[in-house]
């Protein structure tokens, strides 16, 4: 069966009353930015933004006991529009686009166990669509554990505004009427670190399409940051499998069902931290996934169909497409 796993506390008391169920899991990190402009500059991706071919992508995982659907939406943005969003920062420099439009990533996720109420999840990211490196992102989680983040990166570090309901109470209200609010700066150094940029984990979805679509073999090597530090990730091809595809593509004009095995590129995701956090160093995590991730690519469309990997107290699980939304 298709599985999502989440960590956290969305299905802890589920998961304890019935061991037996696969739980679904989604992790909508965001991620971290270059260092400076100079170090943007050097950044090692080279990405275009027409290599990749999707808009939007939709993905589902169903079983007895929770459903969950999640959207990824992906369109350009005026930089002249980014003061409006984005949050100010206490320290560092913050990190600038490089572009005169950026690349805005929206990701709604909908967790809905059978027996509880559903959690909705908003996640937006800015990043630039040359070189991925992030410049801000905003959380917002409301069902269960209420809270709203929203991030800055700058050339020190990220630095996070997170606001949260003090009880079950302020929780029904909207988040702007919430009033435990605590601020927080995660500290890195570039140079020292030898990161000539940093990306965001959400964005490794933009960087596989571009770099499937490339004709380069090559690994490419980069950091990102996590929920409280970096982590040193590499992307590499690793030939061609048969897959087995079910999912609706979509454009403009039509649509049209694809359901038939493809050969498809096999894109492996590895992980260490660097610069580990005073407390336990957290555990890298793509879409919920923390080990053998990789990701399928269809050749002839570019279009991601499986995420596959090792989520914890689940084991191997797959995450299939469902429908996609193709540029012209």
Same mark, same amino acid.
């Given at each position: 069966?298709?599985? #999502?796993?989440? *960590?956290?506390?969305?299905?802890?008391?589920?998961? &304890?009353? +019935?061991? !037996?169920?696969?739980?679904?899991?989604?992790?909508?990190?965001?991620?971290?930015?270059?260092?400076?402009?100079?170090?943007?500059?050097?950044?090692?991706?080279?990405?275009?933004?027409?290599?990749?071919?999707?808009?939007?992508?939709?993905?589902?995982?169903?079983?007895?006991?929770?459903?969950?659907?999640?959207?990824?939406?992906?369109?350009?943005?005026?930089?002249?529009?980014?003061?409006?969003?984005?949050?100010?920062?206490?320290?560092?420099?913050?990190?600038?686009?490089?572009?005169?439009?950026?690349?805005?990533?929206?990701?709604?996720?909908?967790?809905?166990?059978?027996?509880?109420?559903?959690?909705?999840?908003?996640?937006?990211?800015? #990043?630039?669509? *040359?070189?991925?490196?992030?410049?801000?992102?905003? &959380?917002? +989680?409301? !069902?269960?554990?209420?809270?709203?983040?929203?991030?800055?990166?700058?050339?020190?570090?990220?630095?996070?505004?997170?606001?949260?309901?003090?009880?079950?109470?302020?929780?029904?209200l909207e988040p702007g009427e919430w009033t435990d609010?605590?601020?927080?700066?995660?500290p890195y150094d570039m140079n020292q670190l030898n990161?000539?940029?940093?990306?965001?984990?959400?964005?490794?979805?933009?960087?596989?399409?571009?770099?499937?679509?490339?004709?380069?073999?090559?690994?490419?090597?980069?950091?990102?940051?996590?929920?409280?530090?970096?982590?040193?990730?590499?992307?590499?091809?690793?030939?061609?499998?048969?897959?087995?595809?079910?999912?609706?593509?979509?454009?403009?004009?039509?649509?049209?069902?694809?359901?038939?095995?493809?050969?498809?590129?096999?894109?492996?995701?590895?992980?260490?931290?660097?610069?580990?956090?005073?407390?336990?160093?957290?555990?890298?995590?793509?879409?919920?996934?923390?080990?053998?991730?990789?990701?399928?690519?269809?050749?002839?469309?570019?279009?991601?169909?499986?995420?596959?990997?090792?989520?914890p107290t689940v084991g191997k699980a797959d995450l299939?497409?469902?429908?996609?939304?193709?540029?012209?």
């Amino acid at each position: 069966m298709l599985t #999502f796993c989440q *960590t956290g506390r969305i299905f802890k008391n589920l998961t &304890r009353n +019935r061991p !037996g169920v696969f739980c679904l899991t989604i992790l909508l990190g965001f991620l971290a930015p270059i260092s400076s402009a100079q170090a943007q500059t050097g950044f090692h991706l080279d990405l275009e933004s027409q290599q990749v071919p999707w808009s939007q992508l939709s993905f589902q995982a169903k079983n007895f006991w929770v459903e969950v659907s999640t959207d990824i939406q992906m369109k350009s943005l005026r930089t002249s529009d980014l003061a409006a969003v984005l949050l100010a920062s206490p320290k560092g420099t913050p990190i600038r686009p490089l572009t005169p439009q950026i690349n805005e990533m929206t990701i709604n996720t909908t967790i809905a166990p059978r027996f509880r109420s559903p959690v909705k999840i908003h996640n937006r990211i800015w #990043f630039n669509p *040359t070189n991925a490196a992030a410049i801000g992102r905003i &959380r917002i +989680r409301r !069902g269960e554990d209420d809270f709203k983040k929203m991030y800055r990166f700058t050339d020190q570090g990220v630095f996070r505004h997170r606001i949260e309901p003090k009880n079950s109470s302020e929780a029904r209200l909207e988040p702007g009427e919430w009033t435990d609010i605590k601020d927080s700066f995660y500290p890195y150094d570039m140079n020292q670190l030898n990161c000539p940029g940093v990306s965001e984990r959400s964005a490794l979805i933009y960087i596989l399409s571009a770099i499937a679509m490339s004709k380069k073999d090559t690994p490419q090597t980069i950091c990102a940051f996590g929920k409280r530090q970096l982590h040193r990730v590499r992307l590499q091809k690793e030939g061609i499998h048969p897959i087995k595809v079910d999912y609706i593509e979509k454009n403009q004009d039509k649509e049209i069902r694809k359901d038939y095995t493809v050969q498809a590129l096999k894109m492996v995701i590895t992980a260490q931290p660097v610069s580990p956090h005073s407390e336990d160093p957290e555990s890298f995590s793509f879409l919920g996934f923390h080990k053998g991730i990789s990701v399928y690519i269809e050749p002839a469309s570019g279009l991601p169909v499986i995420i596959s990997g090792i989520i914890p107290t689940v084991g191997k699980a797959d995450l299939k497409l469902q429908k996609a939304w193709v540029k012209e």
